[in-house]
C-alpha cells in the first residue's frame, strides 16, 4: 500500500497493491499500523457508511464540529467519483483551499479526510457505491455543510451535467457566513 499526501499534506491519498490473476484479484483495502504511520496518529474508527448514488449526485460539502468532528477513509467500490477535501481550520495556513482525488473501484484508491476538513464527492459514472470509515459517530446536533459551488473555495467540478443535491446541501451556507457564525475549527 502506498500513501501519498496531497497538496494539503493533512489529506492522504492510499493506493493499494492489487495482485491479479485469470481468477480474479486481492487487495489489502486496510492495514491499521500502516495507516497509522501514514497519518501520524492511532486511528480509531467507530462507524462505516455506505451509500449508492447515480451520476451527477453531489452529496457534501459536510463536516462535524466540537467533540464530535470526524476523520473520514472515503473509497467508492462501484463506479467513479471525485471525492473532494476543503480545510476548514482556521489557523491552518491552508485554510478555505480544497483538494480533489478520483475514488473508483477501478483504481481502489481510498481518501483520508482528517476532522478540521469539509467533505463531498460528486459521482461521475453512472452509478457509485462510496464506503467510508468515521472515526467519531454521526451527531445530528454537530452536523453542518458548506455550500457546494462557494466561489470563495473555487471548486474546480467537472462539468458533467445536470448536479442532484439534497435540499440540505443547496441552501447550504458559505465559507463567510460559517466564519461569521463560528462553526469552523481553530
Known amino acids: ?27 489489502e483495502s486496510f492495514h491499521q499500523s500502516k495507516f497509522a504511520d501514514a497519518v501520524g496518529r492511532e486511528v480509531c474508527f467507530v462507524q462505516d ?5 447515480v451520476r451527477g449526485v453531489l452529496r457534501g460539502i459536510h463536516f462535524q464540529v466540537g467533540k464530535a468532528a470526524q476523520g473520514k477513509l472515503v473509497r467508492a467500490t462501484v463506479g467513479e467519483v471525485l471525492d473532494i477535501a476543503v480545510d476548514l481550520r482556521r489557523s491552518s495556513p491552508t485554510f478555505g483551499r480544497w483538494v ?12 483520508w479526510v482528517p476532522a478540521g476538513f469539509g467533505h463531498a464527492f460528486l459521482v461521475i459514472s453512472e452509478v457509485a457505491e462510496v464506503q467510508y470509515k468515521v472515526d467519531a459517530y454521526w451527531s445530528p446536533e454537530h452536523e453542518r455543510n458548506l ?19 439534497s435540499e440540505k446541501d443547496r441552501m447550504a451556507p458559505t465559507l463567510s457566513d460559517l466564519i461569521t457564525e463560528g462553526d469552523l475549527f481553530e
Open 147 to 165: 455550500l457546494w459551488n462557494d466561489p470563495e473555495i473555487g471548486i474546480e467540478w467537472p462539468k458533467i451535467g445536470e448536479v442532484h443535491l
Open 1 to 27: 500500500m502506498e500513501f501519498q499526501s496531497l497538496e494539503i499534506p493533512d489529506v492522504v491519498l492510499m493506493e493499494p497493491q492489487v495482485f491479479g490473476d485469470e481468477r480474479g484479484w486481492f487487495s
Open 49 to 53: 457508511n455506505h451509500s449508492r448514488s
Open 100 to 111: 480533489s482525488a478520483t475514488l473508483s473501484a477501478e483504481n481502489k484508491s481510498q481518501l
